[in-house]
């Protein structure tokens, strides 16, 4: 995972860059932008089921639904960002927009490489998945099941992560859940990416109050959307918890 995720953040960080260069040489040709975005894309395309397999490997199910809300406030952190920055160095030349937060993301990858932990035992820690069922385990159980792993004869740096094997697409689309979550996250993910990409155009090019705010403006007030985002998957993470209805809470955050 730490190979795989690290390879396509640098990939995805140097051809992010590639397409800002293509301003710095002057090419107008519409195939060289395709191209460079398709290739990005592809390599950008690592990171969800890479980052999602490791949070899982950590945490396991204890609390999975605060967790991965608070976790995927990275995802418009990360739009508010890269908008912010993008806007602060349009006016020195657009390719600048993507040289710069394609660099960024190239160092992230290196980063990932020579820090992450993708699995538990990989730092001398026990596998979060024997430690606990779910959330409502108390935490005396908690202290209960933590020593008697502790007390078992193997030792859970003996189990190297790279003997670990994934589940394949085939096996992995049988899993229960799998389809339909995966449909609700590509008409959600749909609908916010419109939003992301269509709105600073929208904000420049209508006339709001009698006058047109400018194309640096637009994307900084495009941020504001992320921030529902942040508070929001926050919430229902919680609330998913909560309710122990993962299904329900997705559902009713979707519809309004």
């Known amino acids: 995972l730490r190979l795989f995720l690290s390879f396509g953040m640098i990939g ?6 590639l397409f800002g260069m293509g301003y710095f040489w002057e090419i107008h ?3 060289f932008f395709l191209v460079m975005q398709m290739i990005a894309g592809l390599f950008q395309a690592t990171g ?6 490791v949070i899982g ?10 967790i991965m809300g608070i976790w995927n406030a990275h995802t ?20 600048w927009s993507f040289i710069i937060p394609g660099s960024f993301i190239s160092l992230g990858g290196i980063l990932v490489y020579l820090f992450l932990a ?7 820690y026990p596998c979060s998945h024997d430690l606990v069922g779910n959330q409502e385990t108390r935490p005396q159980d908690l202290e209960i099941q933590s020593q008697s792993i502790e ?11 790279a003997t670990k094997r994934g589940v394949g697409l085939f096996e992995a689309f049988l899993i229960p859940g799998v389809v339909p979550f995966a449909l609700c996250l590509f008409f959600s993910k749909l609908v916010a990416y419109t939003f992301l990409y269509w709105l600073p155009f929208y904000l420049s090019q209508t006339e709001i109050g009698g006058e047109y705010v400018s194309v640096k403006s637009a994307g900084n007030l495009s941020t504001l959307f992320d921030v529902g985002g942040i508070v929001g998957g926050i919430i229902a ?20």
């Open 48 to 53: 969800w089921p890479s980052v999602v397999a």
């Open 29 to 31: 040709a519409f195939w």
């Open 76 to 95: 418009s952190v990360g739009n508010i960002s890269g908008s912010l920055l993008a806007a602060s160095v349009l006016d020195y030349g657009w390719g």
């Open 12 to 17: 995805s960080g140097i051809f992010v860059a």
């Open 118 to 124: 993708a699995y538990p035992e990989d730092v001398g």
């Open 237 to 256: 993470g919680h609330l998913s918890d909560k309710l122990n209805a993962r299904a329900t809470t997705a559902a009713t955050f979707i519809f309004c």
């Open 57 to 66: 490997n950590w945490f396991g199910k204890r609390k999975r639904g605060l």
């Open 151 to 161: 007390s078992r004869t193997y030792d859970v740096r003996r189990v190297p992560s």
